[in-house]
């Protein structure tokens, strides 16, 4: 019982850990990873009650967000990031997951190989042969709130004795996974609501530009998070500092277009390519986001404002609008003619420029009104370009280490039509 007693402390000590991130999808990943340490499961995986379009309509599925394994994760290299595959699953009771959601109750099988024929659940072996990884035991306990809204599933897989052996979950397991879930979801409650809020102010700016939607803020927020992931692995960054910075980095890289609220909408509508003179009041968006942070109250205000602000700015200085005070619009670096500098290289804040190139890619790989979205190879060979002239050549060089990652957040995060 004393063993039961320090996990469960060990509970409540991740209660509070898991209420300071601010990011739903952060915090996502990290419930997935906590749950598996306290029930010491091999992988995992976490699945949100959302509708999806099907050809008679939207139906609630469970859709995977996140999947961890550390028996595939030992075979990668070093920093490099396990790739899942993304699929859906219904909530009735064919399957292990979707009966847990059906029932919103926890589901407990020691061999998914060797199921009880009276259960009404089977599991598909699909999974294990496309992985290379065998399922034996899992546990799966519904994500629900204190009203009984379902909000999705933790599965845990093949839970592992201190010999390494793969084992079924217990009792203690169900108890301990159980008040894990309720602590995790009132701290995704608070996520949501956070969420909702960001996007509301999206949507804002999605009312005034059409391009400015939830779907690309997301995919953005995604690339520049895996783009900060991989070059803070590079630069040594201790665990504790990246998880802070990535959660803050991911709330402000959704906002980095939040300027455009005050462009025309004559100009933000226009169903062709701008004018020099439209170009120019366009640009003056990065202005207009920085000065909604020009008080700032906390790290993510900070980053925000620098990320509004810079997002446009090349790293050979080309960029916009340079040196420029955006409180007061005065020149803060001007050249023999009396024009304003751009930033450039270090002088661009690391936020910036991962944003920079989150932006464009993402942009380049969109239909817009004025051009059909290029191809893969087209875009990749444009930011290959690209290096070292608009974009840090660093973060190019960490963009193609992650490729695998970018491509998947695309997957997550498709445009909707």
């Known amino acids: 019982m004393a063993a039961k007693k320090t996990d469960f402390k060990s509970i409540i000590r991740l209660d509070s850990e898991l209420n300071q991130i601010q990011d739903l999808d952060l915090l996502l990943e990290r419930i997935l990873l906590e749950a598996r340490k306290v029930v010491r499961a091999d992988a995992g995986s ?9 050809a ?13 394994n550390d028996t595939l994760q030992k075979e990668l290299p070093p920093g490099q990031k396990l790739i899942y595959s993304v699929f859906s699953v219904a909530v009735n009771d064919k399957t292990v997951s979707g009966y847990c959601a059906l029932t919103q109750k926890l589901v407990n099988v020691p061999d998914v190989y060797n199921i009880a024929e009276d ?34 599933i933790i599965q845990m897989i093949n839970s592992k004795d201190k010999k390494g052996n793969t084992v079924p979950f217990t009792r203690d397991d169900e108890f301990l996974i159980t008040h894990f879930a309720a602590n995790a979801t009132v701290a995704l409650q608070r996520a949501y609501i956070t969420r909702a809020m960001i996007l509301r102010m999206i949507k804002m700016s999605e009312l005034r530009d059409p391009k400015e939607t939830g779907t690309h803020v997301n995919r953005v927020a995604g690339y520049a998070v895996e783009i900060y992931d991989r070059w803070a692995f590079r630069h040594g960054i201790p665990d504790t500092e990246r998880e802070r910075f990535r959660d803050v980095l991911k709330i402000a890289a959704m906002l980095h277009d939040v300027g455009k609220v005050a462009i025309s909408d004559i100009i933000l509508k226009k169903p062709a390519r701008f004018t020099p003179e439209e170009y120019a009041i366009m640009q ?29 700015e090349n790293w050979d200085g080309t960029g916009y609008p340079g040196w420029i005070d955006p409180v007061t619009e005065k020149p803060l670096k001007t050249d023999e003619a009396n024009r304003i500098l751009g930033k450039k290289g270090e002088e661009i804040p690391l936020p910036g420029r991962i944003v920079a190139l989150a932006d464009v890619f993402d942009a380049l790989c969109s239909k817009r009104v004025y051009k059909e979205p ?5 875009v990749l060979s444009e930011i290959r370009n690209l290096r070292g002239s608009k974009f840090d050549p660093e973060l190019v060089d960490v963009f193609f280490e992650i490729l695998p990652s970018i491509k998947q957040i695309q997957n997550l995060n498709p445009e909707k039509n």
């Open 46 to 54: 976490l699945y949100v009650l959302e509708n999806v379009k099907e």
């Open 284 to 312: 003056h968006h990065t202005v207009y986001g920085a000065l909604l942070f020009d008080d700032p109250q906390s790290p993510m205000d900070n980053i925000s404002r620098d990320i509004a602000l810079t997002h446009h």
């Open 119 to 152: 259960a009404p659940y089977s599991y598909n072996t699909s999974f294990d042969r496309i992985s290379g990884y065998k399922t034996t035991s899992t546990l799966s306990v519904p994500l629900k709130t204190a009203e009984g809204r379902l909000l999705g």
């Open 374 to 378: 290029w191809t893969e190879d087209q």
């Open 56 to 68: 008679d309509g939207e139906v609630e599925k469970l859709v995977i967000k996140y999947s961890q």
